[in-house]
């Protein structure tokens, strides 16, 4: 349910700051195996004498009353005694929640039970009713078991995940290896892994390589062979082989605590949608009460109009109703639902970043793609080298040049060398001018390397001592995949634009290979946000998907933001939704999963709403002419019962989720439509 931060009950985790309507709810939040343990020992105690209370009920032996008060007393105030604390704390904070009635239908009957136990000639024709108390307590305490213990099993993917990370790790000391506290690491240390050890940092590999197992980060069961430069994240296993590995993030920052704390997030994620479920919450305590009261009284005229005295039917009418309308189910739909799906999804190589995002993904009409790095290769390649030279010189020159950039095109022309097999040599002076080129001095020769000038090419000019002596002709592939996607999102409807830096050529050659017309070319940051709140003010619900730095502004402007595999570190902390793995069709992948989360989301409020409004009239009596009023000895663990199969069936339903998430959205057929 929503809580104000007016509320008293805060938990503060890595500088956010939650709110809590109880103690339990903080405490489930805070540690939910702990509390899952609590649970399981309450529900033990209350199973344990609720089946004797029921068979002694309907015994005939003696001091029956008194025996069943005894019984009944573990299951009140020691399984019961999390609902009060929680009414009280709910009224304390100005706050409706289903502890308030729990506690009202519960200590109705039991106080009305003991009073008669007490003082049996006080109300004529009564009778103790400890079995509603004990077996609501009870019923409801075994559904709120069911959902912790699914919530934890959707949770497992992130458990496991931090689970696999090494206590210790061998951390680079000088000349020697130290065998450290994992936490203790930081950025800027060294650390030696393995063969067959589990990465605990991300980083980049200074010496040193090995085929690494990335299948818990990125879905991918081919392992990717990693050699020195290159990066590693945190949450993978080094097969084979040794590296050393210059730490960047650790500890909070790594990658895989980013991703346990996403996807603990997601148990108290929100959609949109389940406010109108807070708010309905809010007004139906109150509604419930009233109508609980109203039908109380009614009882009570009716069967005490001619004298009778006879007083537990109004108080089990009472019961039954605040008891079988309790909001759980309601204020249970929406986080179950996003719990599963961020579950499922991140499994599949999709990260729910911000689950608050799927209510404006779902309602996606355009998609705005970025197109070096999105729907191109993130890095070009080398096409041809046109040299003046030996061309194994001038590609020398260039690389030991480009190897001080971390621009695109300086990668490609070092891969390039490497493909080649030729050697860099050091360089000094070395100074990259952004948007223009870089420069330095190479074996005493002045290189500059800049952009060609040349509307029917893209790549660079390769000057040494102030001459042209070559250049290297480049080409952005379309990325693997992009074709397929674009049709796809044309046939469900969903509009594409593409906005890029590149030269309007460029642009058009890419927009024309993936049937994308709508095209902005030489566009800056700035410019391609103020390209999407154009699309917003025509009607449009934009999905901007990027990779880069200049991409973050794109995001946060967009109603939804997807950051692609291997985006920068900026466009990721913008983007709520992460695509692990390298393949960009998980983009229709993340808007299905996104519309099927939200259909179930409103299946389950529409169906806790509905359940418990239509079972409001059964327990205020509308049964009463067709069984008697005999039905009120049942009615109360009816309605117990009834409440917890409401908050079963939303779970239940929740859980059919990965069902048609296999079949629907992650297990289809990319083949484009004819």
Known sequence: MFVPDSSKLKLSKEGKDYYFCSTDCLNKFRSPEEQIRDLKTKLAVAWTFAIPVLAITYSGIAYKSFILLALTLPVQFYSGFGFYRGAYESIINRMGNMDILITLG??????????????????????????ASVFIITLILTGNYLESITKKSAGDAAGKLMQSLPKIAHKVQGESIVDVPADTLKAGDILAVRAGEVIIADGTVLEGYGDIDTSTITGEQEPVLISKGEKVVSGTRNLNGSLSVMIERAGSDSTVNRIFEMLQAASSGRAKIQRIADIFSSYFVPVVLVAATISAIIWALLINSSGSGQWDIPILAFGSVVVIACPCAIGLAAPITLLISSSFSYENGVILKNTSSLDRISKVNRIVFDKTGTLTDSIPSVEKVDSRIDVDELIMYAASIEGHSNHPVAKSVMAYAKERGIETVPATEVREIPGQGILGIVQGRKIEISRLKDDDFSGIEVKIDGEVSGMFLLKYRIREGAMDLIRNLHSEGIKTSMVTGDTRKEAEKVGKSLVITDIHSEIDPEGKSKIIMEYQEKGDFVLFVGDGINDAVAMEVAD????????????????????????????????????????KVRQNIYWAIGYNSALIPVAGGILVPVFGLGIYTVLPILAALAMGMSSTSVVLNSLLLRIRLRRNVFQQSWAAPA
């Open 106 to 131: 519960t200590l109705t009957a039991f106080t009305y039970s003991a009073f008669i136990t007490f003082f049996p000639n006080a109300i004529t024709n009564s009778a103790p009713y400890f079995d």
């Open 560 to 599: 939804a933001g997807i950051a692609v595999s291997d985006a920068s570190d900026i466009a990721k902390e913008a983007g709520d939704i992460i695509l692990a793995r390298n393949d960009i069709t998980l983009v229709l992948s993340a808007l299905r999963l996104s519309r099927e989360t939200i259909r």
